[in-house]
């Protein structure tokens, strides 16, 4: 294995041991950073989701931004805007929050749509456009972006166009009581002093290098129709099943597919292999396509989710 699938592998290691029982949400962030994308992350306040990205930026050496969304922020909150400066008689662009390496769009859904939008440029098109100027963004920059489950009020749910622009849509839950006991002691630690150091220096160079090689990882013919069939199953369920026809109003785009694909590959990298197989498409899939199936009034109502279709495809999408 080259050095840099070790560092990264050691950084995955690291933050796994200061981020006790979110070791989904630390790998989905890595493979969501190493994928080129951007996470929308679902929890209950104090899961560690703001401590997860700023531990991730200060281990890489790279420049942080929290956003806090709230109902009075306005688009040039996140991107800047023009300042007049009077002793020099022009106008001088000052950069906004979202000019950063990582980004923490904190409770995203309390803004209105006309702030969420600002974030789509950005993630779309890694740039921003302010006085008909394009300003572009940083070679490493990754938005992610939570949402509360617990509270609706005052909220104001992501459309469906900006959702597709998430790579990945990660939930978390509460640590077991086991867990729980290992936050306490090591929350102590930190407050005396006992801090361990990471056991390699990684920085955005290395994140670059281990972009291209997880890319590089090979996906047979037979994984990669595997893996558009799933996708198609998604759009005509019904050729596998016919309840679930009644289930799904939209099913996945093609953006879905070039996701799966990424994910897939440094899923299987991460995993010190060279090639992709049918488990490392199970472990990313349901982060891919949960906010990419648009479920009926029908299947709201019987309280059906998309991890429900999702899961319900793979029993029956026969495997390679």
């Known amino acids: 294995m080259s050095e840099t699938y070790k560092k990264i592998v050691g950084l995955q290691k690291f933050m796994n041991s200061k981020i006790l029982g979110q070791e989904d949400l630390v790998d989905k962030l890595i493979i969501t950073m190493l994928a080129d994308g951007n996470a929308l992350v679902e929890g209950a306040p ?10 991730l930026s200060s281990l890489i050496k790279a420049d942080y931004n929290r956003i806090q969304f709230t109902p009075d922020l306005l688009p040039s909150d996140i991107t800047g805007s ?9 106008f001088e662009f000052r950069k906004g929050p979202i000019f950063a390496n990582l980004v923490l769009a904190d409770e995203i ?14 993630m779309a098109e890694r740039q921003v456009s302010v006085g008909g100027k394009k300003y572009p963004l940083p070679k490493l920059f990754m938005v992610m972006a939570t949402q509360n ?12 166009a900006q959702l597709d622009r998430f790579l990945m849509y990660i939930k ?18 930190e407050i005396s002093g006992e801090d361990e150091k990471m056991p390699a220096e990684v920085d955005i160079d290395d994140i670059m290098k281990a972009r291209f090689e997880a890319l590089k990882v090979h996906m047979s013919e037979k994984i990669e129709e595997y893996l558009v ?35 897939a590959k440094v899923h299987a990298w991460l995993k010190g292999k060279d090639f992709v197989s049918p488990e490392d498409i199970h472990k990313v899939i349901y982060d ?3 906010h990419r199936i648009i479920l009926s009034f029908e299947a709201q109502a019987e309280g059906v989710t998309t991890d429900d279709v999702i899961s319900s495809l793979l029993k029956l999408v026969p495997l390679p």
């Open 229 to 263: 069939q799933l996708i198609m199953a998604t759009r005509i369920p019904e050729k596998y099943n016919a309840a679930l026809k009644g289930y799904v109003t939209y099913g996945a785009s093609p953006r879905a597919t070039i996701a799966l694909d990424r994910c």
């Open 46 to 55: 104090g899961l560690a989701k703001t401590k997860a990205i700023k531990t």
């Open 109 to 122: 859904n309390r803004a209105p749509a006309k702030v969420q939008s600002a974030l789509l440029e950005a």
């Open 172 to 189: 978390i839950n509460h640590p077991d009581a086991a867990t729980e006991k290992k936050i306490l002691k090591l929350v102590r630690g």
């Open 82 to 90: 023009e300042i007049y400066i009077a002793a020099e008689g022009k």
């Open 149 to 160: 489950p617990i509270e609706h009020e005052g909220t104001y749910n992501l459309p469906e």
């Open 288 to 290: 891919v396509l949960r």
